[in-house]
């Protein structure tokens, strides 16, 4: 009696155990497609196009640079570029604070560049009257184009010069950062789009003397525009997409599940026969 009660035991509990692994196995896939279901994902695309031409060709710049050896009264913004445009001494959405006692100066300005090449630079040519040796070393906070972008998902190069320390520069020598902006475009999931820019940056160091021998050094941002735009789409699965993976899910895991209860039914019941056979 012994293996019959054993036989039973066993064809009672197999599809038990089948139909638990199933069900785990159900909420398993179910929880990975609605963890992917909810989740944003932020797509990425090349296209050749301005995409803000609402901005009557105009860029917003935000700069933020510390002079800490150079008084404020001598710091100045000049902007210029191939429109013609020629400003010395800008000072509209700007301010200049004293660090060092009033030896050094932080200079923070917002302002509006065109969208063609050009360069904003800082420097003493606005001053009344010229030092005679003006330290340019300098330390940048922030140099940023357009709108400001704070995506978990995206990591741009919007700050690039962010943190950029020249402070054990040689004091007299003028620098050149030649940046080249990429317009960048961030559409959500409303379809509500941002325009901003990223820019790659190199730079050198020189000494540069003007036509009466004195050496006037100055901090240049040059800049010309890429022709391509990035950019970045949020997407989410479809609620119908979801809808049908769930269902394929649990329809493949019940037919696969009814396919080994069949076959653990068929084994057994073929066990149980031999089993019956060797006792008569």
């Not at 995206?154 to 010069?161: P, R, S, W």
């Not at 402070?167 to 559409?187: F, G, R, W």
């Not at 997409?241 to 069949?262: M, N």
């Amino acid at each position: 009696m012994a293996p019959s009660s054993s036989l039973f035991s066993i064809s009672a509990v197999s599809p038990l155990s089948v139909s638990i692994c199933c069900c785990l196995f159900i909420l398993f896939l179910f929880l990975s497609e609605l963890t992917g279901f909810i989740t944003t994902e932020v797509v990425n695309e090349l296209y050749v196009d301005d995409p803000d031409k609402d901005s009557g060709g105009k860029i917003d710049v935000s700069l933020n640079i510390s002079l800490p050896n150079l008084h404020c009264e001598l710091v100045g913004l000049d902007i210029q570029d191939e429109m013609g445009r020629h400003e010395v001494g800008h000072i509209d959405n700007s301010m200049k604070i004293p660090l060092n006692n009033g030896a050094g100066c932080r200079f923070e300005g917002q302002f509006s560049i065109n969208k063609v090449p050009g360069n904003f630079h800082v420097s003493t040519h606005s001053a009344t009257a010229q030092p005679q040796n003006p330290d340019m070393t300098h330390v940048i906070h922030k140099l940023s184009f357009g709108d400001t972008l704070q995506v978990q998902n995206v990591h741009g190069a919007f700050n690039a010069l962010g943190g950029a320390d020249r402070l054990t520069s040689n004091p007299l020598a003028s620098h050149d950062y030649i940046l080249k902006i990429v317009p960048t475009v961030y559409e959500d999931k409303s379809g509500k789009q941002r325009y901003s820019y990223q820019y790659t940056v190199a730079n050198k160091e020189y000494v540069a003397y003007s036509h009466t021998g004195r050496i006037i050094p100055a901090i240049w941002f040059r800049y010309d525009l890429s022709p391509i735009t990035v950019k970045y789409t949020e997407r989410r699965q479809p609620l119908y997409r979801f809808i049908t993976t769930i269902c394929a899910i649990i329809g493949g895991t019940f037919t696969v599940a009814g396919i080994l209860d069949s076959c653990i039914f068929t084994a057994s019941e073929a066990w149980k026969k031999i089993q019956l056979g060797k006792m008569h």
